[in-house]
């Protein structure tokens, strides 16, 4: 992750933030400058002095200015904020719900270090990539698996803590079709820096078309790679801990593994998805994210081979 654009808005929601912080730099530097200024004033004049200059007491409209001056100055930026809090924290209703049970369209569990992506009603599960359609508020309820965690992307949304035993909700909203990034913004362990994630936004039509990809049951390849690889799969060790739709593979502790192979990246963001880096994550995920659940399991090359071509082949 190179750059955060975090004064770039795209949403309702992060331009009424940007606003605001913008309104109170502005009036934090004028008063600085008016401050400074009087105090550089006021030693350029009376840097020849060598008595103290007359005192000024008991002027009441002075004092009234001092007084009053400040307590408005931090009474509207007490007003501003509030109002801005309240706007943000309004949890839309959800227009229409996809599943009469679901109140909101998205399940958002935090992991050591990974994000798993729930899209409620659909059946999809995903990990790192969060799919929107653009103008749409999208109503997210964040849950933690293990420790507190931040979810945050800073072009659509406040920050908002994930924390065990509790739902928070949050909301997304993407003004026009994009990739925003996102991130875990309070430390969660050794690989915090690496729990990133993605908020792509599409148009309504093209929304459509990548739930209809993903709500599909993966093919099994032809491939005798990967029908070698998908036997390695649930005979060793991987289906203990990873799901695949539609499989016997069910397991939560790592992320559901249904298309993997349409994801764009490995790892909470450490790796782009390609079948060279699936290779290499199988090889010894320890090398690029030490600490993660994910072990070395000491694969053959022709294990992570057969690995790879039965992963590339669920899309
Ligand atoms: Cu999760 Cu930091």
């Known amino acids: 992750m190179s750059d955060l654009p975090v004064l770039q808005p795209e949403s309702p929601q992060a331009q009424a933030m940007y ?5 109170v730099v502005w009036i934090s530097a004028a008063i600085f400058f008016i401050v400074t200024g009087l105090i550089v004033i006021a030693i350029i004049r009376g840097r020849k002095r060598t008595e103290l200059p007359k005192q000024d007491f008991g002027n009441h409209r002075r004092e009234i200015f001092w007084m009053v001056g400040p307590v408005l100055v931090v009474l509207w930026l007490l007003a501003i904020s509030t109002k801005l809090i309240l706007t943000m924290n309004a949890v839309p209703k959800v227009h229409p719900p996809r599943d009469a049970k679901a109140d909101e369209e998205l399940t958002v569990v935090a992991h050591q270090w990974w ?12 990990a790192n990539e969060i799919h929107i359609p653009t103008n749409k508020q999208i109503r997210v309820k964040l849950r933690s698996a293990d420790v507190v965690h931040c979810f945050w992307v800073p072009q659509l ?13 949050i909301w997304l909203e993407a003004a026009k079709p994009g ?22 936004a599409h148009s309504p039509e093209e929304y459509e078309a990548w739930l209809t990809d993903q709500s599909a049951q993966p093919s ?20 203990n801990c990873h799901t695949i739709r ?35 994550w199988l090889k010894n995920p ?14 053959t ?13 669920l899309k």
Request: proline share 4%; with cysteine; hydrophobic share 35%.
């Open 246 to 280: 539609g499989t016997e593979a069910t397991a939560s502790i790592g992320p559901d593994l249904t298309n993997i192979a349409l994801r764009k990246e490995l790892g909470g963001g450490v790796l782009e998805n390609s079948p060279e880096n699936l290779a290499r």
């Open 286 to 299: 320890q090398e690029f994210k030490p600490g993660s659940k994910m072990p070395d399991f000491n694969l």
């Open 220 to 239: 099994d390849s032809a491939s005798a790679d990967a029908a070698a690889g998908k036997q390695l799969f649930f005979s060793y060790t991987c289906v």
């Open 115 to 126: 994000w798993e992506i729930i899209y409620n009603g659909s059946g999809i599960t995903s």
């Open 301 to 313: 090359d022709k294990q992570v081979k057969q690995l790879v071509a039965y992963l590339d082949s």
């Open 179 to 200: 990739v925003y990034q996102g991130l875990c913004s309070e430390y969660c362990g050794t690989q915090h820096a690496w729990m990133n994630f993605k908020v792509y």
């Open 157 to 169: 949304a406040r920050k908002m803590d994930v924390i065990p035993g509790r739902d928070n909700y």
């Open 19 to 23: 606003e605001v912080f913008m309104q």
